[in-house]
């Protein structure tokens, strides 16, 4: 019996020392469990850290546009239809525009231009659109850089129509123009120079720069000839900084072009690039 008890009494000690061994395991497993924990949560940070600066990135790259947005260097005065500086933008420089485009020399024109260098907006008329061939000629006078402006659809003085003609000439081309260069007409001049109160309201409400002109010769039968075109455009008394000279397409002013521009820079001046006339950006 005493053997029995003995033997009872270690059995039950053994099996307490078990129990306990095994109740401290999870003890010991749970530490790694916590010091694991620490990284996770310090690689969380980490990430979120990261996504917090990933999404801080493209908001400053969308502000960069803005920043990068070009100033206009010239406004237009529309007392005497000058091109006047801003700021520090050179004065002595002038603006060249063609009219009646693109009828026979257009393109022949923009081609001088192009290869001189020199910037212009040419003002197009619809009746210069009704054939393919003459839609491409606009569409390569804009694709050599060109600025273009409504000049009507057919030429009407606007003062001898009623509103809603008016209407019918100025947007329907705008709507000629955008269906062959893809936009729309930013600069607006009328025919013969000669708006109405309405026109002037219809040209600030689509959006367009309502211009006349400084001086202009081609169209005065003793200057319909290049020699004697190239001589008074270069030499007039009416040349200024900030001129806005009016040519049309016509042989003897295609022919007078080169002449023209060489001495304009003879005389020290340069070429006012459109886009950077206030209110067409």
């Known amino acids: 019996m005493i053997h029995t008890k003995g033997f009872l009494l270690a059995a039950g000690l053994a099996l307490l020392t078990a129990c306990s061994s095994e109740g401290a395991a999870p003890e010991k497993k749970g530490m790694p469990d916590t010091e694991q924990a620490v990284p ?5 940070s980490v990430e979120e850290e990261t996504e917090l600066e990933q999404t801080e990135v493209p908001a400053e790259k969308e502000e960069e546009p803005a920043k990068l947005a070009a100033e206009p260097k010239y406004r237009l005065n529309p007392a005497n239809w ?3 500086p801003i700021g520090d933008a050179p004065a002595e420089a002038v603006l060249i525009t063609i009219d009646d485009a693109p009828a026979d020399h257009s393109v022949e024109m923009a081609t001088t231009l192009k290869q001189l260098d020199v910037p212009a907006i040419f003002f197009v008329n619809g009746h210069f659109l009704d054939s393919d061939e003459e839609k491409a000629n ?6 050599m850089g060109f600025a273009i402006g409504n000049h009507t659809y057919n030429h009407n003085n606007l003062k001898t129509i009623g509103e809603n003609q008016q209407r019918e000439e100025i947007l329907s081309l705008s709507e000629a123009v955008e269906a062959i260069i893809g936009e729309k007409p930013k600069f607006f001049r009328a025919p013969n120079g000669s708006n109405t109160d309405f026109s002037k309201a219809l040209i600030a409400q689509e959006g367009m720069l309502l211009m006349n002109w ?4 081609d169209w005065e039968k003793q200057y319909m000839d290049s020699a004697a075109l190239t001589d008074i455009m270069v030499n007039t008394e009416f040349l200024r900084n900030g001129a806005n000279l ?3 397409d016509r042989k003897w002013t295609a022919q007078a072009l080169p002449g023209i521009i060489e001495g304009l820079r003879a005389k020290g001046y340069s070429f006012i690039e459109p886009g950077e006339i206030e209110g067409v950006q």
Request: charged content about 35%; overall charge positive; aromatic content about 10%.
């Open 40 to 44: 996770k949560t310090t690689e969380k």
């Open 82 to 84: 000058n091109v006047e």
């Open 138 to 143: 606009l569409k390569k006078i804009h694709d």
């Open 214 to 217: 400084t001086y202009g010769y």
């Open 246 to 248: 009016l040519m049309h």
